[in-house]
Nanobody, 115 residues
Framework: QVQVVESGGGLVQAGGSLRLSCAVS????????MSWYRQAPGKQRERVAV???????IYADSVKGRFAISRDNAKNTVSLQMHSLTPEDTAVYYC?????????WGQGTQVTVSS
């Protein structure tokens, strides 16, 4: 069973940056697309960014121009570089296969942006 471990979250002031990482226990080389999601308290989980195997990317309007997703198929990792963070970015961030996810989700990594 594939396991996913997210890391890199933390507390940052508004305007700051963070880089999240996602380590997948199996190979992602043949996975068409990987995605980062986030879930804020009291809200539904939302898709933040997607990256295909060929490097194509899709971003939610709310993060376009501020976040950048990347993947390293050799290391089985997916990263999310986040800049110009705002309190509205506060959430638990998860990564998963897209569009159909792995059977289980990772624990996520908490990002908290203070104003």
């Amino acid at each position: 069973q594939v396991q996913v471990v997210e890391s890199g979250g933390g507390l940052v002031q508004a305007g700051g940056s963070l880089r999240l990482s996602c380590a997948v226990s199996g190979s992602i080389a043949n996975i068409f697309a990987m995605s980062w999601y986030r879930q804020a308290p009291g809200k539904q989980r939302e898709r933040v960014a997607v990256i295909t195997n060929s490097g194509g990317t899709i971003y939610a309007d709310s993060v376009k121009g501020r976040f950048a997703i990347s993947r390293d198929n050799a290391k089985n990792t997916v990263s999310l570089q986040m800049h110009s963070l705002t309190p509205e970015d506060t959430a638990v961030y998860y990564c998963n296969k897209y569009p159909t996810g792995f059977d289980t989700w990772g624990q996520g990594t908490q990002v908290t942006v203070s104003s």
